[in-house]
């Protein structure tokens, strides 16, 4: 029960935020539908967390739970692809890895922006 | 056979050698009399062996206490801070992190003789992920070398700063960046690389002084001729002795060709034993952090190695931590002093590695002699076999044997080891070595990752936090007999020390602390602190000393960063993984922010 209306409310937030119905889904907090898993992992792949923390708090990089509030999806894309080199932020535009899962890779850092994925690691729903 | 595939490009090189051989002598003597003068800090670690001791008194236990600043120098640059600058006949030379600027200053008037920037592109900055440190400048004959962070090792006239000559080392956009300081042994300039978490081969190069020509390379993994050793003749301790290594003693250790992109890079300092005609120095972690992803024992990453400086040739190796689990990158500093060791006369090599265990080897032959741990809380392995030489590692601890996608917990030290690059100092006085030292443990999990050329490959999460169990900080300063492997005296941080000590014959034993402060304690005993002062902001910079027109100076540059400063300052800040550790990272913030410059400290007038 308290597991349906966490879920509910998960929904909620990704629907509403983007029109769309399902960015992400999530259960408990860390258990997430394929898609997000798959961007967390090409998150761990591409070891985003040297610059912007474990927890995506941020370290040498930005805070991607406060950078997720205001950056389009858009400018995600542009930002990972081309990277921000004066500021220490490379581009992944040759990484196969990243860019072929560049939608997922969002999917998982809003929803640990929305505060709909409340720890870094996640796990898969059964 | 593979033997006339190494003697061949060892034979072309001892050629240029010899062409360059009027420069030999002078380039040795000229560095010899730079370091000799007790008034310049002319090498990084003031002199050949590492020992970073000054035998300057002026300043003593009896009046450090009213020690002042004497004047201060900004860098301009932000982000972290290391090595120190560099003091001859009465010039100083400064270098800084990326962009890497050099500053010549007259003593005389404190004024900038000549700036150099050289300009580079930012790409290199991410691929320097997470901090852009450079550890300073190499002086010989008038050149001042830097090594730049985009790989180009450049010779700067000392006068003027213009340059005289400029080689590239590696290839910046497969992640061979550097961070190393040049150092200048005989006519050579040797550098090595950074870069293994981009799978970058390991290196060590050594370029002709006089015209920046590659002299020899040698790698630290694949086949023999490359890596410049001998079968027959490189040897390592194996079986309780100094043994021939044998053919294919690296390819042997990989699995297919994964040691292409095996890292063992080699950004530490470096040492030489002119008698011995010896170079020394250590390579890093095997690429990539998943373990499962290249078994064997992954030689030679993670190695001492002992080289001829004219030829490259391998003398002897000696791999301390054999198929890596941890990240315990092997390129911290080898010491060379002559101490006793079980009572003996010994030449000796003194290092503190990553994996927490102080080695004593025998510099001549490579034979292992002492390896005890430097932290009581090192638990990923009980002890070093002596008669294997191969750490004994707990399973528990074991990430390889956890496996992927397991969280291994609670492993000591840190993968930034008991000890990172921060070089420790050697009291000829008091024949004991000033260590300072992490006292972090982590949790890791490795995972699988693929490689992409020019993209991070690392593969593995890690959480660190303070030893458990312990006095809740992050840092000791440590006295070590090498002859027997003992811990004399510990002094407790609060943040891990990742500052370089000296040691002067007035008694003291200086170093910086994560917070600001540059602190003088009694050599004699170090739990007395005669001097504490709060510079601009977090000391990862080496401590030195200089003299000019009679007076004695103490400097050290602050400008937190690095893997301490900025990985452990912010990045567990709000990691709810660290439970009460936590809040002792959080508080360096409370202390410090960026900003690099000197500080220099003199008694008063």
New interface residues.
Partial sequence: MLRKTLLGLALLVAGSAFGQSQLYKVVDGYKVDENTMKGFRTWRQAACDRCHGANQEGLVGPSLVNSLKTLTKEEFVKTVRDGRLEKGMQSFGNSPVVMDNIDQLYAYLKGRSDGAITRAKVEPIQ | MRISGFQKPAWSCVGLALLALPGVTLANADVEKNIANDKNWAMQAGDMYNQRYSKLKQINTGNVGKMQVAWTFSTGVLRGHEGSPLVVDGKMYLHSPFPNKVFAIDLDTNKILWKYEPKQ???V???M????VNRGLAYAEGKVILQQADSMLVALDAKTGKKIWDVKNGDPKLGAVNTNAPHVFKDKVITGISGG?WGVRGFIAAYNLSDGKLAWKGYSVGPDAEMLIDPNTTTTWTDGAVKPVGPDSSLKTWKGDQWKIGGGTTWGWYSYDKALNLMYYGTGNPSTWNPSQRPGDNKWSMTIFARDVDTGKAKWVYQMTPFDEWDFDGINEMILADIDVKGKPTKALVHFDRNGFGYTLDRTNGALLVAEKYDPKVNWATHVDMKTGRPQVVAKYSTAQNGADVNTKGVCPAALGSKDQQPAAFDPETKLFYVPTNHVCMDYEP?K??Y?A?????GA???MFPAPGSHGGMGNYITWNAGTGKIVQSKAEKFSVWSGALNTAGGLSCYGTLEGYLKCVDKKNIEKELFKFKTPSGIIGNVFSYEHKGKQYIGVFSGIGGWAG??MA???????DGLGAVGGYRELNQYTELGGSLTVFALPN
Avoid: M
């Fill in positions: 592109d930012p790409a900055i991410p691929q992920c997470c901090d852009t978490e995972f990752v693929e992409t020019g993209q991070p490959y690392v999460t890690l959480s900025i990985g912010a990045g567990l800040e709000k990691d709810t």
